[in-house]
Structure formats: structure tokens, C-alpha cells
């Protein structure tokens, strides 16, 4: 058994390669096989503490499980589907240990004990019966993120082209964004309680600030190190200023501004949390703090699941963005 | 009317310079790179500017291109100031200097979209990528091109624009060898199908014996005018021409390099 896993791991990526066409697919089964240890475990042993969702999480772990079976054999007939799922084959077998070992070492004998760890039975108890609440809070965090992170990337950018391309803008600019720049979201607080007419305007310039500087910072960074070489070309060739500033100055700094922008998007997550202690409602950052305070830590570590897969989905739509405008870097990095 | 306009030889332009001296500050220490330079250069001839390396030739061109005014002198042309920057003369450096974001065809683009003639002068582009050879590669971007490609992208984006004077800062430099000699052919060849003016910067004394009506020789920096040669013979020159070889022998001591050479 441990030479085959190990050979297993080990030929992860030739596998991959050479397996959609072999017939059955041996990583699949592997992991049906661990996801099944995962239900017998979570169903057979008993929980020393009450977490909830016990049988539900044996009849998930039971489905992956199945699946995992069925995909075993049909994998090879999914195109490209099939063959990512093949290359994190040895993540899917991992994946289920992981949940069996969670489950033994929470609920079933309780060295990680209540309310500090929580078994993922926990956190599904929380999804099944805090769901709507959930579901609120991200819609909630939905409207603050987005509206905080594009005002902060638009002005972010137009603030940064402006400070790159003129230099009486940089004289007066620059000294302030630098002094700006390294001040913690948290220290505005007290100053945005009495500029803003609502708590909720004053959440949304918190998350705009977090996201707009490192892109201003960038993009002005960008703009200044263009190749002058590139502006007479342009200018022998007949462009006025709008043209250099729209055809050429942004566009040769745009992978900087890609730069600033995943700074943002990470900054801005960062932020959500503080900006969501400004007397709101709902909120994923709310939630997090309301379910501190009660030691509520499943709940805590649910939504914290829930933040870090949109965080992740949102950094790979960036980076899909990105490779559609900057698909003519390739070859150059 | 388009197509008159394409077929028609472009219309090119006279050159003067105007005793023209010119300085750069650096770090608060003035640096004189031109002293006192006049010349003459008539519609459609081809002059190459001769000398040693930062002698201030480019600075020459980049007056000529108006990206730059001079200290004291005028630079005219047909006995119009030259004061901003024009795409009837366009100057073409020894960095091909495409816009790694645009493909070939996106920037030779570039001239037509500044001035807003892109819709009605498109045609123009498939033109002039025919007449560079780089038909095939409209759609490649400038890192996927060779160092011989890209200098003839970046001619055909000169010359989609029609320029009446064509301003070479050693355009083929940085190419290697073979290439060179093969460009150099074709750059002649555009020359006279073209028919613009050609001012040409070059410390390759072969080349501009190759290439030029007249070879005017500067000085070290700053740059004066120490010599000047007509070359009669007609094209295509051969390098082992014998007068062509008295003319470089005679040229090389001028630049101070005669031994041996």
C-alpha cells in the first residue's frame, strides 16, 4: 500500500498525462477510497462532543466518495475537465485523510477540544442551518467590497496617471500619497465618522483607500518609468498629448497597474473586517466579529472559509483579465 | 483619389539649417553638442551625416524632427521654421522602438490613428508591410520579430505616414552584418520609389558611400561640419568601386583613422 501511494505521488504529473487514456482512472479511486474512510469514521465512532450534522457530513463525505468512483472510470470522457481533475487527483486522496483526521481528532475524541476547534461537521452544521444569514452577509460584503474597491482602483488609477505624467501634479502629490500610503485603514476611522453622513459611506471610503493607493502608487510609478524613447516616436509620428496619455503612457505601464491592482484586492479583504466594525448590520466581516464575541468559532472559521474561496475566485479573475490585456507580455516574462 | 494618392511619388522636402548651435544642461554643467552647423539638403537627395560616436549627430536629427528647438540658429524646412514635431518628417532610431503592446500592425497603425486618418488611409497599411517584406507577420508582436524585422516594422511605421523627409539615426546599427547589407539595398530602393529626403546618421563610412548623394563629415563633440563629399557614382554601388574606395581611404583620414585601414 505505501509503495503504490507513494508511486502515486510521486508520478502525479506523468500520470496525469498518460492516464485519461488507460481506462480507469487509479487517483480516483484512491480517493473514493479516502472519502469513504471519512463517512465510516464520522458515522461509526461516536461524537464525545455534540457538534451536529453528524450523519449528514458521513452522507457528503459518502457522495464524494461515490463520485470520486464514478469519476474513476469516466474521467478520461471530460476533455479538459477531466484532465485538471486528474492533476489534483493526489489533492483529492489528501483531501480526504485530511477530513478523516480532522473529524477523529475534534469530534470523535475530542483532543482539539469546543468551542477552539471545530470538526467539518461543525462548519456544515453552520452552513445548513446559518445559511441565509450567511447568504445575507455576503451579499452585504458584496455591495461594500465592490463599491469601495472600483471607486478606489478608478480614482486609484486616474490619480496615479496624473501623478506619473505631470510633474506639478507629482510635486504636490507625490509627498502626500507617500505620508498617506503607510497609514493603517483603522487609524481613518476616527476622521471618517465625522466626514462621512453614514457609517456605511464611511466603510465604503475605508475599503476605496485600502484598494486606490497601492494602484495609484503603481500606476504613477508605471507612467514616470515609460521609455521616453517610446513618447517621440509618437510624437514624430503625429500624437498629441491625449494620444501619448491614452495610447502610450497607459498602456506601457498597465503591467505595473496589475500590480497595484492584486495589492488592492488583497488589501481591500484585508480591510473588510475593520470596515464592517463601522456600526454595520450584515456583513461577512460583521459576522466574523459578532461570532467572536460569543466564541462561536465554527461559525467564525465558516465565513472565513466562505471569504478566502471569493477572495481566491476574485484574484483568478484578475489574473484572467490581466492575460486577455497583457497577452502581448508573453514571451517577454 | 486614394489610390492616387498611394501611387504618387510622395512629395519631399528641402532642409536648412541655419547656423545652428545647441547645448544640453547635465547635472548644472553645460554640454555644447553643436557648433555652429549649417547645411543645405535639396527635395529628394540623400545626405548621410558622418561621425564619431556622440558627436552630437542625433541631436541634429532630433532639431530636424522638431522634438527639440535649437540654442541659437533656425532649422527650416522648404524656409518654414521647424517648431513642433510632424509626420512629414519622421525620424526612425537605432532601437526599432515598437510598442511592445501593439502587433506590427498596430503600430505601423500608430501615425494613421494619431491624426484620425485610420478609416480612410487602412489600405495603406497592407501597402507598406508588402513593400518592408512583412506580409506574414502583421499580426506578430514586436518581441516575436528578429532585430532585422523589427527596424523594417519600424520603417514601414515611418513610412505609411508618406513623410517628405525620412530622418535615419543609425537605423541599422545594431543589426548584424548580413542583414545589414540586405536593408541597407532595401532602404535605397524605398528611396527611390518613394522619393522623400533622406538624412541619414551613420559612423559606418561604407555605408554612407553606399547609400548617400553627399557624405558631410562632423567634428568630436561639439559637432562642426570638417568636411564634405559629393558622391557622383550612380546605384547600384559596388563596395570595391574604386573611386568609392579613394573616397573612404579619404574620409577615414579626415575622421583621423588613415593607418592601416
Same mark, same amino acid.
Given at each position: 500500500m505505501s509503495t503504490a501511494v507513494e508511486e502515486t505521488f510521486g508520478g502525479a504529473g506523468r500520470r496525469s498525462l498518460a492516464l485519461p487514456f488507460s481506462g480507469i482512472w487509479r487517483n480516483g479511486l484512491f480517493a473514493a477510497g479516502t472519502w469513504s474512510l471519512a463517512a465510516v469514521l464520522t458515522y461509526g465512532l461516536p461524537d464525545v462532543i455534540t457538534w451536529g450534522a453528524t450523519e449528514l457530513f458521513a452522507a457528503v463525505t459518502l457522495a464524494g466518495a461515490g463520485i470520486f468512483l464514478v469519476l474513476s472510470v469516466t474521467v478520461h470522457r471530460l476533455g479538459g475537465v477531466g484532465r485538471t481533475l486528474v492533476h489534483y487527483g493526489p489533492w483529492f486522496i489528501v483531501l480526504g485523510l485530511w477530513l478523516a483526521a480532522w473529524e477523529v481528532l475534534t469530534a470523535k475524541l475530542g483532543w482539539l477540544p469546543k468551542p477552539f476547534f471545530s470538526p467539518p461537521q461543525g462548519l456544515l452544521h453552520v #452552513?445548513?442551518?446559518? =445559511?441565509?444569514?450567511?447568504?445575507? *452577509?455576503?451579499? #452585504?460584503?458584496?455591495?461594500? =467590497?465592490?463599491?469601495?474597491?472600483f471607486s478606489g482602483i478608478l480614482v486609484g488609477f486616474a490619480g496615479g496617471v496624473a501623478l506619473g505624467w505631470s510633474k506639478r501634479f507629482? #510635486?504636490?502629490?507625490?509627498?502626500?500619497?507617500?505620508?498617506?500610503?503607510?497609514?493603517?485603514?483603522?487609524? =481613518?476611522?476616527? *476622521?471618517?465618522?465625522?466626514?462621512?453622513?453614514?457609517?456605511?459611506?464611511?466603510?465604503?471610503?475605508l475599503v476605496a483607500l485600502a484598494s486606490g493607493i497601492p494602484v495609484a502608487i503603481l500606476t504613477a510609478a508605471g507612467v514616470s518609468q515609460v521609455n521616453r524613447s517610446f513618447y517621440d516616436v509618437a510624437r514624430t509620428l503625429g500624437a498629441d498629448?491625449?494620444?501619448?496619455?491614452?495610447?502610450?503612457?497607459i498602456p506601457a505601464s498597465l503591467p505595473n497597474v496589475f500590480v497595484g491592482l492584486f495589492m488592492g484586492l488583497y488589501y481591500s479583504f484585508a480591510v473588510l473586517v475593520v470596515a464592517e466594525m463601522l456600526g454595520a448590520k450584515f456583513g461577512l466581516g460583521w459576522y466574523l466579529q459578532f461570532n467572536t464575541a460569543y466564541s462561536a468559532y465554527a461559525n467564525v472559521y465558516a465565513a472565513l472559509i466562505v471569504m478566502a474561496l471569493i477572495c481566491a475566485g476574485l484574484v483568478r479573475l484578475l489574473f484572467l483579465v490581466r492575460d486577455e490585456l497583457l497577452g502581448w507580455q508573453k514571451g517577454i516574462l | 483619389m486614394a489610390l492616387a494618392l498611394a501611387e504618387a511619388p510622395a512629395a519631399s522636402i528641402a532642409l536648412d539649417v541655419e547656423g545652428v548651435s545647441h547645448r544640453y544642461e547635465l547635472d548644472g554643467k553645460e554640454l555644447k553638442v553643436l557648433d555652429n552647423v549649417s547645411l543645405t539638403i535639396a527635395p529628394g537627395e540623400f545626405v548621410a551625416l558622418l561621425g564619431p560616436s556622440g558627436c552630437g549627430k542625433s541631436t541634429l536629427l532630433r532639431l530636424a524632427a522638431g522634438l527639440e528647438t535649437p540654442t541659437t540658429g533656425r532649422v527650416l524646412e522648404d524656409g518654414r521654421p /521647424?517648431?513642433? @514635431?510632424? @509626420?512629414?518628417?519622421?525620424? /526612425?532610431?537605432?532601437? +526599432?522602438?515598437l510598442f511592445p503592446w501593439r502587433t506590427v500592425r498596430g503600430n505601423i497603425a500608430t501615425g494613421l490613428e494619431a491624426r484620425g486618418l485610420i478609416r480612410e488611409r487602412e489600405y495603406r497599411i497592407d501597402e507598406v508591410l508588402e513593400l518592408v517584406k512583412l506580409e506574414g507577420f502583421a499580426d506578430f508582436y514586436p518581441h516575436q520579430l528578429s532585430g532585422g524585422m523589427a527596424q523594417? +516594422? +519600424?520603417?514601414?511605421? +515611418?513610412? /505609411?505616414?508618406? @513623410?517628405?523627409?525620412l530622418l535615419l539615426d543609425e537605423p541599422f546599427g545594431k543589426l548584424d552584418s548580413l542583414t545589414r547589407l540586405r536593408m541597407q539595398n532595401e532602404l535605397l530602393d524605398l528611396w527611390k520609389s518613394a522619393g522623400f529626403t533622406a538624412l541619414l546618421v551613420t559612423h559606418d563610412v561604407e555605408e554612407a558611400l553606399l547609400l548617400a548623394d553627399r557624405v558631410i563629415v562632423l567634428s568630436d563633440r561639439p559637432a562642426a561640419i570638417v568636411a564634405e563629399v559629393r558622391v557622383d557614382r550612380p546605384h547600384p554601388r559596388r563596395r570595391d568601386d574604386a573611386s568609392l574606395i579613394a573616397l573612404r581611404r579619404s574620409l577615414l583620414e579626415t575622421l583621423g583613422i588613415a593607418h592601416d585601414v
Open positions: #452552513y445548513v442551518t446559518d =445559511w441565509e444569514r450567511l447568504l445575507i *452577509c455576503i451579499a #452585504y460584503t458584496g455591495r461594500l =467590497w465592490g463599491l469601495g474597491f507629482a #510635486y504636490w502629490g507625490m509627498p502626500l500619497l507617500k505620508l498617506i500610503g503607510p497609514v493603517p485603514a483603522s487609524a =481613518w476611522i476616527p *476622521c471618517t465618522f465625522f466626514i462621512f453622513p453614514s457609517t456605511f459611506h464611511a466603510s465604503v471610503f498629448n491625449r494620444f501619448l496619455v491614452l495610447k502610450v503612457a | /521647424v517648431t513642433a @514635431p510632424n @509626420p512629414d518628417r519622421i525620424l /526612425v532610431f537605432q532601437d +526599432a522602438t523594417r +516594422a +519600424a520603417l514601414a511605421r +515611418a513610412l /505609411v505616414n508618406d @513623410p517628405k523627409l
